[in-house]
């Protein structure tokens, strides 16, 4: 048994189950998935070599042991929150404010969680997002000072710092009633429609590169902004449309998204000013931060 492996995160997930009573409920309570919690669970009994919850039809509830090891777990939990409420008194993060600058679709499918997390904390932090399209727009903005950190793809500068979070893998949209022949897409089955791309340059610039890299290069037939008029077009059938997937979702349910036959993605994090002079409520964010990372993880298709 090696207690340094156990994580404040197995903890969360059992004192959760114990509250909730079944570990979808718990999944939802901690903004995570199901797989999630089981897998959290599966790895504490494993470290702890013991049985800490019963397993049934009508939920979880907890052995003898597992009962007297959450109340300890609920111990630590509460600790862990006394020190941070005395760190937060030393640092003065009650009453901050954060300027976040993020792609929509970050600022649609990550910042929620994390700002949540961060408010059910310090709710008292005001939070400003200010939406933007080109990753040069988001490091102009971070430099002049107008905001106080990115949240979307990651910047590749000497001058800052990067809390990556996950890699979104970019994915195809397929029109309705189209089938790959083989069941999985093809470079060949990419041939036979034309391919809508983004016109951002980031963007634009990667799904290029990997299309021109291909033995018989492929080409952009749509170069579009919008990633909504993306999904719009192929939802008429007017091609195949290469995009990330938090950028492709909400998919109609007649358009098919399915996987590459080549790897795409794009790297997401949280991008600082190396040297700048940062706020408590910058700190308290990138913690929030943090867990979504630990919690979420973004699946290929």
Same mark, same amino acid.
């Given at each position: 048994?090696?207690?340094?492996?156990?994580?404040?995160? &197995?903890?969360?997930?059992?004192?959760?189950?114990?509250?909730?009573?079944?570990?979808?409920?718990?999944?939802?309570?901690?903004?995570?998935?199901?797989?999630?919690?089981?897998?959290?669970?599966?790895?504490?009994?494993?470290?702890?070599?013991?049985?800490?919850?019963?397993?049934?039809?009508?939920?979880?509830?907890?052995?003898?042991?597992?009962?007297?090891?959450?109340?300890?777990?609920?111990?630590?939990?509460?600790?862990?929150?006394?020190?941070?409420?005395?760190?937060? &008194?030393?640092?003065?993060?009650?009453?901050?404010?954060?300027?976040?600058?993020?792609?929509? %679709?970050?600022?649609?499918?990550?910042?929620?969680?994390?700002?949540?997390?961060?408010?059910?904390?310090?709710?008292?932090?005001?939070?400003?997002?200010?939406?933007?399209?080109?990753?040069?727009?988001?490091? &102009?903005?971070?430099?002049?000072?107008?905001?106080?950190?990115?949240?979307?793809?990651?910047?590749? %500068?000497?001058?800052?710092?990067?809390?990556?979070?996950?890699?979104?893998?970019?994915?195809?949209?397929?029109?309705?009633?189209?089938?790959?022949?083989?069941?999985?897409?093809?470079?060949?089955?990419?041939?036979?429609?034309?391919?809508?791309?983004?016109?951002? %340059?980031?963007?634009?610039?990667?799904?290029?590169?990997?299309?021109?890299?291909?033995?018989?290069?492929?080409?952009?037939?749509?170069?579009?902004?919008?990633?909504? %008029?993306?999904?719009?077009?192929?939802?008429?059938?007017?091609?195949?449309?290469?995009?990330?997937?938090?950028?492709?979702?909400?998919?109609?349910?007649?358009?098919?998204?399915?996987?590459?036959?080549?790897?795409?993605?794009?790297?997401?994090?949280?991008?600082?000013?190396?040297?700048?002079?940062?706020?408590?409520?910058?700190?308290?964010?990138?913690?929030?931060?943090?867990?979504?990372?630990?919690?979420?993880?973004?699946?290929?298709?």
């Amino acid at each position: 048994m090696n207690l340094s492996k156990i994580k404040l995160s &197995q903890l969360r997930a059992l004192v959760a189950i114990a509250e909730c009573g079944n570990f979808s409920e718990a999944a939802l309570q901690l903004e995570v998935t199901q797989s999630t919690i089981s897998h959290a669970i599966a790895t504490l009994e494993d470290e702890l070599g013991i049985t800490l919850l019963q397993r049934g039809r009508h939920g979880a509830r907890l052995t003898p042991v597992g009962d007297r090891i959450t109340a300890h777990a609920r111990a630590v939990l509460g600790l862990l929150d006394t020190i941070g409420c005395e760190a937060n &008194q030393a640092r003065g993060v009650q009453g901050g404010s954060l300027r976040i600058a993020s792609f929509r %679709s970050v600022a649609t499918h990550v910042l929620p969680g994390a700002i949540a997390r961060l408010h059910r904390r310090y709710p008292t932090i005001a939070i400003s997002v200010h939406e933007m399209d080109e990753l040069h727009q988001l490091k &102009q903005a971070l430099v002049k000072g107008e905001v106080d950190l990115c949240v979307a793809e990651t910047i590749d %500068s000497a001058d800052v710092e990067t809390l990556h979070i996950f890699d979104d893998d970019y994915v195809a949209l397929l029109p309705p009633g189209y089938r790959p022949k083989t069941g999985t897409l093809t470079v060949d089955d990419m041939r036979q429609m034309p391919i809508i791309g983004s016109s951002h %340059s980031s963007c634009g610039l990667r799904i290029r590169t990997v299309l021109g890299a291909q033995e018989h290069p492929l080409e952009i037939a749509y170069c579009i902004r919008h990633d909504s %008029s993306m999904v719009a077009m192929v939802q008429q059938g007017l091609g195949i449309a290469i995009l990330p997937r938090l950028a492709a979702e909400p998919v109609p349910p007649e358009v098919q998204i399915v996987s590459l036959p080549f790897p795409i993605s794009r790297p997401i994090g949280a991008t600082i000013l190396k040297d700048a002079l940062h706020t408590p409520a910058l700190y308290a964010f990138l913690d929030a931060l943090r867990e979504i990372g630990e919690f979420s993880r973004i699946q290929a298709v």
